[in-house]
């Protein structure tokens, strides 16, 4: 089974895959997280993606496609695969077309206030790297590690309604495109009572 999660920034998808992932025995593929190793081991793509990552931009469509491509022809994704803030494009839709049929994709749908202070109010560990929300833990220091807990520099009101903007004209035509394989889940709730419809979703489909 090969699914692909779409949703607005900050609507949940990384958790979510991660859930659909460990529970379907699917592979767990996060074009950011891709991304983020790149810039990490100073790759070439990773020098490329940071410029516009920094910005709230999107990476080119050659580039994305390349790498995700790449990902995708190794043996593991055999088993199936969910993937996270992929395809973000049109054009990133028809090239994922020809490489691989993919059988549902599910929607989170989050409104963009809601998106905001997510931003918003997102702490991370400066050591561990856990994730916290203002919302649900309003500390300065980590529960796992007792570090400092920082704001990362694009966690800012500017940054957050950029990516919304470039999310709308952008990604959220891919509804459309998928249409008749889409299924809706409303991703203001816990990350488990988002779950409970997709995993019967999911059965159903499996
Ligand atoms: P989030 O911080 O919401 O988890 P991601 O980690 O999915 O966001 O992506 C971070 C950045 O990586 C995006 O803002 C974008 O610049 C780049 N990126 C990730 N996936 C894609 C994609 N499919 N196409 C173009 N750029 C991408
Ligand atoms: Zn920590």
Not at 42 to 67: F, R
């Amino acid at each position: 089974m090969n699914l692909i999660l779409l949703g607005a920034p900050f609507s949940g998808k990384g958790t979510l895959a991660r859930q659909i992932a460990k529970d379907f025995g699917l592979v767990h593929i996060s074009t950011g997280d891709l991304f983020r190793e790149n810039i990490k081991d100073g790759t070439e793509v990773g020098n490329l993606a940071k410029s516009y990552m920094d910005k709230g931009q999107l990476v080119p469509d050659s580039v994305t496609i390349a790498m995700l491509k790449e990902r995708i022809s190794q043996k593991d994704c055999k088993k199936g695969f969910v993937l996270d803030g992929f395809p973000r494009t049109i054009e990133q839709a028809k090239a994922l077309e020809k490489i691989a049929k993919i059988d549902a994709v599910i929607e989170l749908d989050v409104s963009f206030d809601e998106v905001r202070r997510r931003c918003l109010g997102r702490r991370v560990c400066s050591k561990c790297g856990e994730i916290y929300n203002t919302s649900t833990y309003n500390k300065t220091t980590c529960k796992a590690c007792g570090s400092p807990l920082f704001q990362r520099d694009d966690d800012n009101l500017e940054t957050v309604n950029h990516r919304l903007e470039v999310y709308e004209k952008q990604t959220s035509p891919l509804i459309n495109f998928y249409a008749d394989r889409l299924f809706v889940v409303k991703g203001e709730n816990s990350p488990q009572e988002t779950y409970k419809p997709v995993k019967n979703f999911l059965k159903r489909s499996d």
